[in-house]
C-alpha cells in the first residue's frame, strides 16, 4: 500500500490540531479544579447560617478533587500510551506557539447526542508527551491500586479529527495481547495513511516529547475543549462500564441480533465483513468482531481514536480502572454520593473477547476513506449507530454506505436525526443537509436499498442513569439490503 504524503500544510493542520487535543486532555485537572474553585468561591458568599446548613459542602469539595486526580490519573496513563503519528515537535515557533496555519478544525460533534451541560458538539484534536503527569501531579499509575482506599474512604467520609487510517497501538495489541487490531483499509490517498507503517507509529509519546513541546500544556484550552474531554468520560460509561450495559442493549443488542439474523452461517475460515463508521470508542466494533465478523471500526476523532485505543490496545484485565464520570455537573443529582459514584471499566477485558481476526479501528473522515476506489463493494454490511446525523450531507454518506457494499450486503442502522451541523452559525457557514427520516428513507432507496426491517427504539446516549433528568430518543431502526439493480444512482452512471 502506498501512503499518502502530506503537504507541509495538511501536516501542520494535522499536528496542531493533535496538539491541541493532547492539550485539552492535560489541562483536565487544571479546568475541573478551576470549577471547584467556583463553587469555594460561591459557599464562601453565603451568609454565616447558610454555610453552616450546608457544612458538609467544604467535604464534598475535597472529594471532588480527589475524583477528579483519579479521572486525570486515566488520562495520563492513557497520554503516555499514546503514540502520536507525526513528530509533534514540528511546527512550533521558537517561542512554543503554533505556525500561524489556520486551524481548518473538524468540528465532529461526537457528543452532541448526551444531553448533560458540556456536552461536546464539535471535535477537533492533539497529543501529549513526557511532562504530562509532572504537571499536573496526578495520582500516576495509582488509579488502579488506589481506587479501593478511594472508595473507602469515601465511605468514612460518610459517605478532530483524526486525518488517515492508523494503527493506533495496534502494534501493542498483536504482541502483548494477541488480538491484532490493525488499521487494514487499504487506501492510497487519505490522509496520514500510517495505519500499516509500524515505524511511524512507533515513536512513542514520550520519545517524541521535547522542550518546546511542553508549552503545550500552557495553553489556554477552550471551554468548548475541555468539555470534549467531559464527553469522552461519558461515551467511556456508555462503552466500557457495567454502568452502561442498558444504553448497551438499547442500542447496540438489537444491531447484533440483527447481525446474527442476516448472517446465519458464518464462515470461520471466511468470516463476513461489517464497516463500523462512526465507531467511538469501539464497543459495537468489537462486539461486531466477537460475533463472527471482520470489523472495522472507523472513526475521525483523536479525542476518541486516543481512548479507545488505549482501552482496546492496553487493558491488562476487566475493570482496571476507576474513574468519576458524572462529577462535573452538580445539576440534577439525587445525592452527592450518585454524583460522585466510582465507575469500574472495562467491564470485559477486550483481548479476551473473542475478537475474529481482521478486527481494526480506521481512523480518518469516513467520506475521505470509504470514497476509495478500492472500498467500492468491499463490506458484506455496514452498522451505522448514532453516526448518520454527523453528516455534513447525509446523502453523500449513503451514497457512499451504497457504493461500499457488496450487492445484496446490508446496511443496519439505529439513530436520531440531531444533525450536528444543524446550529453551526460560525463564520464557516459549516454545510448542513438536514432531512426529515421520510426523505433519509427516499434517499436511500434511490441509491438502491431496499427495506427489510423498521423499527423504533428508545434509547438513551450518555446517560447519567440515575440523574434526575435524561433526554430519551426514539432512535429509527432499520435493516436494508442493497440490491444493485434498483439503484437509480446507478442506472444514471
Ligand atoms: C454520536 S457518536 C456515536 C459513536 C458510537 N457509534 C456510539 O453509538 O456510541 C458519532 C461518532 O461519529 C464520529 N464521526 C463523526 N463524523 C465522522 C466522519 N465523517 N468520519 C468518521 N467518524 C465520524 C464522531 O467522532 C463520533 O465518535
Known amino acids: 500500500?502506498?501512503?499518502?504524503?502530506?503537504?507541509?500544510?495538511?501536516?501542520?493542520?494535522?499536528?496542531?490540531?493533535?496538539?491541541?487535543?493532547?492539550?485539552?486532555?492535560?489541562?483536565?485537572?487544571?479546568?475541573?479544579?478551576?470549577?471547584?474553585?467556583?463553587?469555594?468561591?460561591?459557599?464562601?458568599?453565603?451568609?454565616?447560617?447558610?454555610?453552616?446548613?450546608?457544612?458538609?459542602?467544604?467535604?464534598?469539595?475535597?472529594?471532588?478533587?480527589?475524583?477528579?486526580?483519579?479521572?486525570?490519573?486515566?488520562?495520563?496513563?492513557?497520554?503516555?500510551?499514546?503514540?502520536?503519528?507525526?513528530?509533534?515537535?514540528?511546527?512550533v515557533?521558537?517561542?512554543?506557539?503554533?505556525?500561524?496555519?489556520?486551524?481548518?478544525?473538524?468540528?465532529?460533534?461526537?457528543?452532541?447526542?448526551?444531553?448533560?451541560?458540556?456536552?461536546?458538539?464539535?471535535v477537533s484534536c492533539a497529543r501529549i508527551n513526557s511532562p504530562l503527569h509532572e504537571k499536573h501531579d496526578s495520582p500516576k499509575g495509582d488509579a488502579k491500586t488506589r481506587e479501593s482506599s478511594v472508595e473507602t474512604d469515601h465511605r468514612k467520609d460518610e459517605?478532530?479529527?483524526?486525518?488517515?487510517?492508523?494503527?493506533?497501538?495496534?502494534?501493542?495489541?498483536?504482541?502483548?495481547?494477541?488480538?491484532?487490531?490493525?488499521?487494514?483499509?487499504?487506501?492510497?490517498?487519505?490522509?496520514?495513511?500510517?495505519?500499516?507503517?509500524?515505524?511511524?507509529?512507533?515513536?512513542?509519546?514520550?520519545?517524541?516529547?521535547?522542550?518546546?513541546?511542553?508549552?503545550?500544556?500552557?495553553?489556554?484550552?477552550?471551554?468548548?475543549?475541555?468539555?470534549?474531554?467531559?464527553?469522552?468520560?461519558?461515551?467511556?460509561?456508555?462503552?466500557w462500564a457495567q454502568e452502561g450495559q442498558k444504553e448497551r442493549d438499547e442500542c447496540y443488542k438489537p444491531i447484533l441480533e440483527e447481525l446474527n439474523r442476516l448472517f446465519p452461517n458464518r464462515s470461520k475460515q471466511r468470516p463476513p465483513s461489517c464497516l463500523v463508521p462512526g465507531a467511538g470508542l469501539g464497543r459495537l466494533a468489537l462486539e461486531i468482531s466477537s460475533l463472527g465478523f471482520v470489523s472495522q471500526g472507523n472513526e475521525f476523532s483523536y479525542y476518541m481514536m486516543i481512548c479507545s485505543s488505549f482501552i482496546l490496545n492496553h487493558t491488562q484485565e476487566a475493570n482496571e480502572w476507576t474513574i468519576y464520570p458524572w462529577i462535573h455537573s452538580n445539576c440534577n443529582s439525587l445525592s452527592d454520593n450518585d454524583q460522585l459514584r466510582p465507575v469500574k471499566f472495562p467491564d470485559i477485558h477486550p483481548s479476551s473477547a473473542g475478537i475474529t481476526e481482521g478486527f481494526s479501528m480506521c481512523a480518518g473522515d469516513f467520506v475521505e476513506v470509504y470514497s476509495e476506489e478500492s472500498q467500492e463493494s468491499a463490506w458484506d454490511a455496514v452498522v451505522t449507530c448514532f453516526f448518520l446525523d454527523t453528516a455534513h450531507n447525509i446523502v453523500e454518506y449513503i451514497e457512499i454506505i451504497s457504493k461500499v457494499l457488496k450487492d445484496g450486503g446490508v446496511w443496519i442502522n439505529l439513530g436520531p436525526l440531531l444533525y450536528h451541523f444543524a446550529d453551526s452559525y460560525g463564520p464557516d457557514d459549516d454545510m448542513s443537509i438536514e432531512l426529515s427520516l421520510e426523505d433519509v428513507k427516499k434517499v436511500a432507496y434511490h441509491y438502491g436499498f431496499v427495506m427489510e426491517a423498521e423499527n423504533m427504539i428508545e434509547t438513551t446516549y450518555t446517560a447519567n442513569m440515575r440523574a434526575m433528568m435524561q433526554n430519551r430518543y426514539r432512535a429509527a431502526f432499520w435493516t436494508m439490503r442493497k440490491n444493485a439493480s434498483r439503484s437509480k444512482a446507478h442506472k444514471r452512471q
Not at 201 to 228: H, I, W, Y
Request: charged share 30%; proline share 4%; glycine share 4%.
Open 93 to 122: 515557533d521558537d517561542d512554543g506557539h503554533d505556525y500561524p496555519v489556520n486551524m481548518h478544525e473538524h468540528n465532529h460533534a461526537d457528543c452532541a447526542h448526551s444531553n448533560e451541560r458540556g456536552d461536546c458538539s464539535t
Open 1 to 91: 500500500m502506498s501512503e499518502r504524503r502530506y503537504t507541509e500544510q495538511e501536516e501542520a493542520l494535522e499536528i496542531n490540531s493533535l496538539r491541541r487535543i493532547i492539550a485539552a486532555y492535560a489541562n483536565y485537572q487544571d479546568a475541573a479544579e478551576r470549577d471547584v474553585k467556583r463553587y469555594e468561591r460561591s459557599f464562601k458568599r453565603l451568609p454565616p447560617a447558610h454555610k453552616e446548613l450546608l457544612f458538609h459542602l467544604g467535604l464534598k469539595y475535597q472529594r471532588l478533587r480527589w475524583c477528579i486526580s483519579m479521572n486525570a490519573a486515566f488520562i495520563m496513563n492513557m497520554l503516555e500510551a499514546f503514540e502520536p503519528p507525526f513528530d509533534m515537535s514540528r511546527y
Open 159 to 239: 459517605e478532530d479529527h483524526v486525518a488517515g487510517c492508523f494503527k493506533p497501538a495496534a502494534n501493542k495489541l498483536e504482541t502483548s495481547q494477541g488480538i491484532g487490531v490493525s488499521c487494514n483499509c487499504n487506501k492510497d490517498t487519505s490522509a496520514a495513511a500510517y495505519c500499516e507503517d509500524k515505524d511511524c507509529s512507533a515513536s512513542s509519546a514520550v520519545e517524541n516529547g521535547t522542550p518546546r513541546t511542553a508549552s503545550l500544556f500552557k495553553l489556554n484550552v477552550p471551554p468548548v475543549d475541555v468539555d470534549k474531554v467531559r464527553c469522552i468520560v461519558r461515551n467511556v460509561v456508555r462503552d
